[in-house]
């Protein structure tokens, strides 16, 4: 039987990377699953609460859980809105019905990856790339969620595409939502650190799982003129 | 740029000049790795490492949750163990209580170890301006010494002296001690050795901080690699111990737990070099020890995290550093920018709760929130969840900090809620949400790259441009 899944896109990949969107649908369905997208969705409040605009993201966490607590599996794009599912709660008293529902779904809310490794089994999709990538742990999918190997055995199952290590994989881009605003030259500075660790290394793509860094990240190499291009996991898993 | 602190008001500007100054970055850069990469090296021998942090977690938690018991007893222990305990509200009456001992022992010269929590509360200083006194005392530690002698503040927690380069510190010692120059570290050790041991010789007060106090024997602990703690606090004839009161651990075992984490969290080491256990004062003229010991309980803002759980998870800090080391914000500006004695992500944390959010809410939005700090916490801190927290309660209590003075504040606090009310409005339904986003096409980009927050975003980044259709519209059209 084929699992149904419900598309959490964010707002971003709505607004900013659409095409991000598509192709995760088209890897869920590529992976067995019937992909549904409830076009009431919006945002999962992470801008105000990172922000410390509790109340307003509370207002904007309830319209998610409206949308999402009667689907079964939620599936997102993005490392750091799924993480952002598991705080929810949070923003509501205790025993209230929106704590309770954000609990709920935050069960059954998974980051692709996530989702194709652990509850999928599915490592290739039958996807080939030409060229050599290297993978920007975005930091909710690694420190909150967990993920690490499996986006790298994702990759690594891409026909034709060679993964190469960046030394600082692991450290953040610098974009940090408001942060990248409020404070533009450290967020470019720890960019550029963290760039630099990638010298001498031939690759011809960077991938992540997260738009808001691939929008730190390409917005940064774009103005250098740089010739390596940003992707994100589910373009290159949907890559021909 | 300027080796000391710099008002927490200010941290843009304090982070920018940092930015600017490459000698600044690189000796940040090279520190700190090497410290993480020692980490990572001394972490490697320890399989059980998560569950060393987690039982630390739970000691401490529990300690702070009954303090005021365990502060008892400690009290009781460290008087049975003839020590003379003072409790200290805040900063100043602390800074009185030292001026106090010294001026009543007589105490002419003082030496100093290495101590956060004297840093915290300006005691050098203190020292210095007390009327008829004009005691500071020498810092003996070689890091917080060649501070001393620049008069400069410490930039972190455990290695004062980070920011700057051999080159400099060679510089200043043939400006400030007349020697000859050389670039050679043992050699320039050698130097700092000889005059300290001239110091200590003379010195008739020592003044220490405290790594961890046991309640039940009255023992404290001051771990260091050089010796100069340990003499410190053994031959001057008064002991002055400067403690935090969350600095108490109940039991005498705890300390091997303990033992464990700091010295490899910090600085990659098994062990420190040294480890002073100090119970109370000699008993016989042939033993080792001071005549007079005096332990300063000080409060300074600290009971005011016990208030929730949330709060209270700053008080577990140990002090290892290992959150500076890791953190990206930290390795690009140092330890200045923070305007604290604190900096870092433990800094951002203690340094709003300890001088107030008017001053210092500044601090806990300097961060990208990427976590790295939470993963290397030796007692497992959700660094995290504390800024978060902090944040709400800057934007809650309605002071926008990110301004340079009230009427900016108040401006720029107001567009900031402004702009999250309406962005509330835009993405808490889907008819208001698509409205929004079809209105949205019509702003020309040039506009957004040059009012809005898009601006300060693309003086280093090419600014994201909304995509000619959204992700609903094109799924709608889809076959």
């Known amino acids: ?31 067995g699953c019937e992909v549904e997208f409830d076009p009431r969705q919006t945002c999962c409040g992470q801008p105000a609460f990172n922000a410390g605009h509790r109340a307003e993201a509370a207002c904007v966490a309830r319209s998610f859980l409206d949308v999402f607590h009667g689907k079964e599996t939620i599936v997102a794009p993005s490392g750091s809105c799924a993480a952002m599912v ?29 989702f194709l490794v652990r509850e999928l089994d599915v490592l290739d999709l039958g996807a080939r790339f030409e060229g050599s990538v290297t993978w920007h742990d975005a930091c909710h999918g690694l420190r909150e969620l967990g993920l690490h190997d499996e986006p790298r055995a994702l990759i ?55 738009v808001s860094c691939l929008m730190q990240i390409g917005g940064r190499l774009q103005r250098q003129g740089s010739p390596l291009r940003t992707l994100h996991l589910a373009e290159l898993l949907v890559a021909r | ?83 003379v305990v003072h409790w200290a509200r805040d900063g100043q009456e602390a800074c009185r209580i030292v001026e106090g001992i010294a001026r009543e022992s007589g105490a002419r010269r003082l030496v100093k170890s290495k101590s956060m929590t004297t840093e915290e509360i300006g005691l050098n200083h203190a020292l210095e301006q007390a009327e008829g006194q004009d005691r500071e005392p020498v810092e003996t530690d070689l890091g917080e010494w060649i501070i001393q002698l620049a008069g400069e503040t410490p930039s972190h927690i455990i290695v004062p002296a980070i920011h ?35 110091h200590f010789a003379q010195a008739d007060l020592g003044i220490s901080g405290v790594n961890f106090a046991v309640a039940e024997t009255g023992t404290l602990l001051v771990l260091e690699n050089e010796g100069n703690a340990r003499m410190t606090t053994t031959l001057p004839r008064v002991h002055v111990a400067m403690m935090g009161i969350e600095k108490v651990i109940p039991r005498l075992s705890d ?125 497992k801190i959700d660094l995290p969840q504390l800024l978060l927290h902090l944040r709400s309660e800057v934007v809650e209590g309605g002071r926008m900090p990110h301004a340079r003075d009230r009427v900016e504040r108040g401006l720029e606090g107001f567009i900031e809620r402004v702009t999250f009310r309406l962005w509330r409005h835009a993405v808490s339904g889907p008819r208001r949400y698509r409205a929004a986003s079809y209105f949205a096409r019509f702003v020309p980009h040039a506009l957004l790259t040059r009012f809005g927050p898009l601006g300060t975003w693309s003086a280093g980044r090419e600014a994201p441009r909304l995509a000619r259709r959204s992700f609903r519209e094109l799924w709608k059209a889809r076959p």
């Open chain 2, 164 to 198: 700057k380069t051999k080159a400099q510190i060679a510089e200043l010692f043939v400006e400030k001690l007349a020697v000859e120059h050389t670039d050679d570290a043992a050699e320039l050790t050698r130097t700092a050795r000889r005059i300290l041991r001239e």
């Open chain 1, 86 to 114: 598991t705080h929810m709660a949070q923003l509501f008293p205790e025993d209230s019905v929106e704590a309770e529902r954000a609990r709920s779904v935050a069960q059954r809310t998974f980051e692709l990856s996530a």
């Open chain 2, 255 to 379: 300390l091997a737990l303990f033992l464990r984490l700091l010295p490899r969290s910090g600085t990659g080491q098994h062990l420190t070099s040294y480890q002073s256990l100090l119970t109370g004062v000699k008993r016989s003229p042939e033993d080792e020890g001071p005549e007079a010991l005096h332990v300063v309980l000080l409060d300074n803002g600290r009971s005011a995290m016990l208030k929730t759980e949330v709060t209270r998870q700053s008080l577990a800090c140990i002090r290892c550093g290992a959150c500076l080391n890791a953190c990206p914000v930290y390795r690009e500006v140092g330890g200045h920018a923070y305007g604290s004695v604190y900096p870092g992500p433990i800094g951002a944390v203690i340094t709003p709760q300890l001088s107030g959010l008017a001053k210092a809410g500044k601090l806990p939005f300097a961060s990208s929130l990427c976590g790295a700090c939470r993963d290397v916490c030796p007692v």
């Open chain 1, 1 to 31: 039987m084929k699992r149904r899944v419900s598309l959490f896109v964010s707002c971003l990949v709505d607004q900013i990377r659409p095409e991000v969107g598509l192709a995760s649908a088209q890897v869920l369905e590529r992976a």
């Open chain 2, 1 to 83: 740029m300027s080796g000391s602190l710099l008002p927490s008001e200010r941290f843009e500007e304090n982070a920018r000049a940092a930015l600017a100054d490459p000698v600044l970055h690189g000796a940040l850069a090279r520190a700190t790795e090497l410290f993480g990469e020692r980490r990572s090296g001394a972490l490697a021998q320890v399989p059980e490492w998560e569950a060393l942090r987690e039982r630390a977690r739970v000691i401490k938690a529990e300690t702070l949750a009954q303090l005021d018991v365990h502060l008892e007893r400690l009290e009781a222990n460290l008087v049975r163990a003839g020590a």
């Open chain 1, 156 to 210: 690594q199952h891409v026909a034709g595409a060679e993964l190469v290590e960046m030394p600082a994989a692991e450290s953040c881009c610098g974009f940090g939502g408001t942060f990248s605003v409020k404070h533009p030259e450290i967020s470019v500075a720890m960019l550029d650190t963290k760039l630099d660790s990638l010298r001498g290394r031939e690759v011809d793509a960077l991938v992540s799982g997260d």
